[in-house]
């Protein structure tokens, strides 16, 4: 095929003859392609014909120029390969395939755990640099919001821990500058927002719900927290605890949620106290807070995130 | 070098016999990436019917109404966190094969060879007529007939809303605009579980068409040469 194209009358000969023309439609196809590989085309195709004895390659030539090809199916042959030849290019193109065969050590017991936590940490890596401070969770109308009965209540252990509300307070402590116990009042002395916004559940289901508190970003600034900390941390009365990462602490949908649908929390959504974090996913929104922590370091991430679950789920 | 037919010949003597005809119709890249995403899209529905075990439905969480219970025996990861670790992390193999193959197909110009264009449309109704209804078969005059490349055509088409669906159920805030095209979260996530469907359904008849098509049609995807074929 190569001769061929570099012929200066191949073009009067497409026009000439209709069959030869048939054989130029292909050629382009594989002399495009054998820019690509172009070590199959001049080795391992070419190579029979200098394998073979000189009566063949004249034969092989032979039947493109002087004879053309049979009436019925233009059959297009390029050129002739011996069968070990062929057998043995077969089975080369084969070891070549198996480099796949790596995607086996998501099989191996051992290696398992860690390569999927790997990618699970990636996965998280990349969460949070998608992650941006500015970008707001959609916020719906009240008409589309899911009725507050059949709004879910998840709890991983006990529904109501039974807080004593007189006594309740939040206790900080870490990277700020005042740290102690602070009291409810004075959280809702804080500038209120309320948002009608999308609360998904890692199982897949969701609903859309009121949630209204003070801004966790306007408390860390009450209690001079260092806001070039990492992380933030949080315990709660049923022994739950979870961890949010400094820009979603910061991020202005972030609540410190004293108020769903507009009436104080109810003991069984989190009273007195709970996280609203409508870009993240459920389990992050801790309830029954009693602890917070502006910290570096995280020693445990969360109750679900150290049984497997992903540390960052941002939605 | 794909399209190149060859013949394969034996050497008796002085004589030169043909034994076979063999055409390279699949090349290596698309070899690894079609394997790769064998395994990828295994590993991605295995986990993903797991991760839908946790709440099979579609409807409201309250009251709750099941649509399937998937069996866990057809599921992969054991439990919801241990199905998101698989499906987070296949997830980027499956992207990365996807991509690999796109820009292969699209920088060598092999993507010919397969996609589905307005001159494959003639041939689709005599090729139904064969398939479905005891037609006469077409003559073969490339790789694929025109019903492969629509199937193949459209699997890439499904490839890729099941990544966009997906993407839009597991960020539905830093991609909104993905999820309102899909009318939010909610329906992302059904629209998600129907694309797997689509694949799935695809799956079967590609399957159903390598029993029938032989071993040689089997062999080409792994060393990339067609013996015999019918072009």
Redesign the interface.
Known sequence: MEPENEKPGADELKAGDPKIADSNT?DP??V???T??PA??DKE?AE?KVA??E??AS?IVEPKVVVPPPIA?PK????????RK?AQ???R??L??V??LA?GA?AIPSFQDS??????G??DWA?AR???RS????TFSDSEL?PF????INGYDVEDPGVIFENWTLTVSGAVQKPGDYKLAQIQALPRFRHNT?H????????IGRFGGARLSDFLNMVGADTSARFLTVTCADDYYESLDMATALHPQTLLCYEMYDQPLTRKHGAPLRLNV??KVGYKQAKYLTDLKVTNVLEKVGY?ED????SFY?? | MSGAVVEIVRAKGDEIETVARAAYEHPLPVRLCHWANAISLFVMVGSGLQIFRAFPSFGAKIPQKDLLNWPKAFAIGGWLGGALQWHLTFMWIYIATGLIYLGYQLFSGHYRQVLFTHRDLPGVWPMVKHYFFFGPKPPAREAYNPLQKHAYTSVIGLGVLSVLTGLAVWKPVQFSWLAWLMGGFHWARLWHFLVMWAILGFVFGHLVMVVLHGWSNFVSILTGWKKDPEY
């Open positions: 292909v196809k594989a495009e392609a054998g690509v590989e199959i085309v195709i029979p073979a004895s009566a063949v034969k199916q297009i042959v390029d050129t002739r390969m011996n069968e062929f290019v077969s089975r193109e084969l070549k395939v480099p796949v995607l998501f390569l999927l936590k790997k990618g699970l990636f996965s969460s998608l992650f941006r970008h707001l969770a959609t899911t009965e059949k709004f879910p999308r998904v559940c890692v199982e897949g289901w969701d609903v409508p870009t679900w049984q497997g679950y992903s941002a939605l």
